[in-house]
């Protein structure tokens, strides 16, 4: 039974950076690709970061690159993603995901992945 819980969301002022962080228990993390999601309120959830079990290069959603930081500590079991530079619309809980099995043209679709965190908020004000 894999579960991930997140931690790290918080309320901060536009411009500053906030570090969401996701522990993996119940499976061998190094097998798993790992995603963050986020789902804005009226909104759908959409994608924004994807590492991949390989450890080869990070994706990230277009509107975010630059910003916005994946990463993973497999001995930790842990995934991570830096938010820097943060803006009101980045409001929304962030949901962490994990998934054992994915193609390169699915890493983006909610549907890939089997298991998900609570989520965490994350609340960006002007």
């Known amino acids: 039974q894999v579960q991930l819980v997140e931690s790290g969301g918080g309320l901060v002022q536009a411009g500053g950076s906030l570090r969401l962080s996701c522990a993996v228990s119940?499976?061998?993390?190094?097998?798993?690709?790992m995603a963050w999601f986020r789902q804005a309120p009226g909104k759908e959830r959409e994608f924004v970061a994807c590492?991949?079990?390989?450890?080869?290069?990070?994706y990230h959603a277009d509107s975010l690159k630059g910003r916005f930081t994946i990463s993973r500590e497999n001995a930790k079991s842990m995934v991570f993603l830096q938010m820097n530079s943060l803006k009101p619309e980045d409001t929304a809980v962030y949901y962490c995901?994990?998934?054992?099995?994915?193609?390169?043209?699915?890493?983006?679709?909610?549907?890939?992945?089997?298991?998900w965190g609570q989520g965490t908020q994350v609340t960006v004000s002007s």
């Open positions: 995901a994990a998934s054992s099995s994915t193609i390169l043209s699915t890493i983006g679709r909610s549907s890939a992945y089997a298991y």
């Open positions: 119940g499976g061998t993390f190094s097998r798993y690709d």
């Open positions: 590492v991949r079990k390989s450890g080869s290069r990070p």
